[in-house]
């Protein structure tokens, strides 16, 4: 861990999508290109094994960059 979660980034992220959207269910952002395997990384670099597989958003399938 290199800061308390959720860290300065993912508030700073959250912040911003609060203005827009009702995001009181988002505890931090994800950085699915550092993401391996069993081990979720935030945005800012927190890595952590993620227990659950993300079941929660799995239907909803991963974002893609267009």
Do not use: W
Request: charge should be negative; proline fraction near 6%.
């Amino acid at each position: 861990m290199r800061t308390f979660v959720p860290g300065p980034l993912s508030q700073k992220s959250i912040s911003s999508l609060g203005k827009v959207t009702e995001c009181s269910a988002v505890h931090f952002f994800i950085d699915y290109e550092k993401s391996f395997g069993n081990y979720i990384v935030d945005a800012d670099g927190n890595r952590m094994l993620d227990v659950f597989s993300q079941i929660a958003s799995l239907p909803l399938g991963e974002p893609r960059n267009t």
